[in-house]
C-alpha cells in the first residue's frame, strides 16, 4: 500500500526519511548490536542519543544556557499538574482560556493551586484568542497559554507582556514551527506527538532559577529540578521516543531550521486559508486574525457534507480529516512533516469535490 497524506492532529505524520533510517536502525542502532529499545538507558551509546537530542533542540529554539531542557514523562498532560506543582509559591496562577487543553490545564491546575481564569473565549466556542490586557495580577506565580489551539484552529499573535510574572506555554501543537524567542518564558513544555516525534513523552524547557520550588507533594518524577539534576534520568525513560525526537530534530535542522520551515508553513497555510476564504462550499472557523498555521479548521456547514467529504478524501488517500466534535466538520492538521504538496493534494481535492456539487 502506498502512504497516505495524514492530517492528524496527534499522533501526526513524521518525515517518510526519518521513518526508513529507524527501519534501518531498527536491530541494530549506531553501532551497538542492538535496537535502541535494548540499550540500558545508563549505557553511553543511550547517552549520545539523548545528549543528541537535547543538543539539537537547543540549537533549533536557540535556549539559552541559563535554561534546561529536559525530557519528561506523560506527554503534555502530566505537565498541566508539574507546573502548578513547580511553580506554586503565593498561590494564584493566570490561565487564559483559548481552548479545550487551556481549560483541562486550568481545571487540573485547582488540585495545586488557585488558578484564576483571567479572559477566556469560550462562550464563543474559542474561535478567537481572547484578550488579556489589563487583567494579569502581579502577584501570580505565573501565567499559562496555549500557544496555538489544536482543536479550534487559532494561534496567539501576540505574547503576553507579564512583566516579571513567568509566562508559561503549552507550545503542544505549535513548537518548532515559528521562532519563539525562549527568553519571554519561565517554561515552555510541548506533547511531542504533533511537531516534534512520536507520542508519550513531553519536552520542558525552563528557565532555572525557577527551579528547586516543588511542592512537598510533587511526585519525584514532575520535580522539574530533580529530573535536571538527573539528566531526566530518575528512571527509565521512554527511549524510543526519545530517539525519534532526536532524528526528527536533525530532519528539521536539514530543512534549514525553525526559520526556514517557517516560510514553508505560512505558505501550506496561506494556499489552504486562500481557497477556503473564496470557496462556496467550505468556510473557515477561526477568526481571521487568529488562524493557526498547524491546524485549518473548517465546515460546509452541514454535517451529512461534511461526513461525505471526509469519507471521499479518506478514499482519495487524504485522511484523518474529520474536525474534533466541539467544532465539527473538518480539521487539517498540516504540522512540519506535512509537506507543501499534501496541502496542494488536499486543495485540489476540495475543489474538486465543491464543482461536483
Ligand atoms: C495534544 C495537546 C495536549 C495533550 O497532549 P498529551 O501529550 O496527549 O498529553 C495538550 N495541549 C495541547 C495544546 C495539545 O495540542
Sequence with gaps: MERVFNFAPGPSALPLSVLERAQQEMTCCSGSGMSVMEMSHRSPAYQQIYDNAVARLRELMHIPEEYAVLFMHGGATLEFAAVPLNLTRNG??????????????????????????????????????????????PDADYVHITTNNTIYGTRYVELPDTGSVPLVADMSSNILSEPYDVTRFGAIYAGVQKNIGP??????????????????????????????????????????????CGLCLEWLQEQGGVEAIEKVNIEKAKLLYDYLDESRLFRPTAQKEFRSRMNVTFVTGDAELDAQFVKEAKAAGLVNLKGHRSVGGMRASIYNAMPFEGVQALVTFMKRFEAAR
Design 199 to 244: 507520542s508519550g513523552a513531553a519536552v520542558l524547557i525552563v528557565r532555572r532559577d525557577l527551579l528547586g520550588h516543588a511542592a512537598p507533594v510533587c511526585p519525584k518524577l514532575l520535580d522539574w529540578a530533580l529530573q535536571d539534576k538527573n539528566g531526566s534520568m530518575i528512571n527509565t525513560p521512554n527511549t524510543w521516543a526519545i530517539y525519534l
Design 92 to 137: 494564584r496562577a493566570d490561565y487564559i482560556d483559548s481552548g479545550n487543553f487551556a481549560h483541562v490545564a486550568a481545571v487540573e491546575a485547582q488540585k495545586y493551586t488557585n488558578p484564576v481564569i483571567v479572559a477566556s473565549s469560550r462562550e464563543d466556542n474559542y474561535a478567537y484568542i481572547p484578550d488579556w490586557r489589563g487583567k494579569l495580577s
